[in-house]
């Protein structure tokens, strides 16, 4: 069994940017020896996130609006009192849906849900090159 | 180290249903000659997701209000517009919760508290037959 | 490839208690081995949850503020009807953010982001002395 570390760069735009890194990440575990194990992602940072979703522009829209409900960007934030960056509402957001995913490899491929992809949730109030780490992990 | 790959299937019913997983992934585990590592549960589809409570009616029910108010299934969704399939509320819950769950195990045994159970959240507005994949990983 | 299991204690207090484990988490793993592979953090229990966040306490009143706005303290809950340990909320809040945790382990390091601290949500709605597992895996 063994360990290898990728990382994947994407540029993302301000307001809640919600990307599809399933491509991306197929092609990474394409190119390794891995068969049987798993994929984890990771997000450094404390303004964005991760999940799975079905890769649908309303659906997309649908989830963005249940995170506007969940930490609203207009409402008073102690953080921005302090530090004036006007980001309280991506901290919080990114906290609650958490900044780690794994998805088990079985003969070589994720084993998604065909309508299942990968999704990177930036917070942040301004353009940002993430970084996200991918560990593949397994035999 | 090791990987080994199987899998449960459970039938769910429309509605949020809310599944107590753990005797089945505890049986896996118990023909497992894995002593110490872990097991990580993923489910494959967008509607489904995965988390751990005392598994008691009562919580449970308290449990499936919460995430009412967090994703209403009245509300309009786009997905819905789009799809007509009237789960939009379904994706949006399984994408704040999440598909993944790692669960430590420690001689032979997972590591879970007292009253804490796993369990499968079926968001999904029809019967399904739901496929969940238990990896356990370890020596 | 190999896994070595860890107990870190921590005494929490009533409320919302957040806690930064960071510094501990890093001393544990300064005493491994494993250069590269994981930290996985677990907590055992139904009222307890991890997750990270930039550990300021503006930010950190900020989350607290919007896990009350999910799963408010004084609303009723079935669990404490049954049960009469009034902490409905706090199980609940657990099961919405999640036990568990999976951090990369990069040359002997925890891939966290500059600002990016882990944390344990102790929702109990007593003082209590929680345990975390913590699991490294690697080489």
Same mark, same amino acid.
């Given at each position: ?34 068969? $049987? /194990?798993?994929? !984890?992602?990771?997000v ?5 996130? %991760? =999940?799975t979703i079905?890769? #649908?522009?309303?659906?997309v ?25 006007g $980001? /309280?509402?991506? !901290?919080?957001?990114?906290a609650?849906?958490?900044?780690s %995913? =794994?998805?088990?490899v079985? #003969? ?5 849900g065909?309508w ?19 560990q593949?992990?397994?035999?």
């Open positions: 069994m063994k360990v290898e570390n990728h990382t994947i760069f994407v540029q993302t735009t301000a307001g809640t940017d919600i990307l599809d890194l399933t491509g991306r990440v197929s092609e990474v575990l394409g190119e390794s020896a891995v068969r $049987n /194990g798993s994929v !984890h992602l990771f450094p940072g404390s303004t964005g996130a %991760l =999940t079905e890769y #649908e522009s309303g659906v829209n649908d989830l963005r609006q249940a995170i506007e409900r969940m930490a609203p960007e207009d409402i008073p934030y102690e953080h921005n009192k302090r530090w004036g960056d $980001n /309280g509402y991506s !901290h919080v957001r990114a609650l849906i958490g900044p %995913l =794994t998805i088990p079985i #003969e070589g491929r994720m084993a998604l065909t299942q992809q990968i999704v990177l949730l930036d917070f942040d109030n301004r353009p940002r090159e993430r970084r996200i780490l991918l593949i992990s397994g035999e």
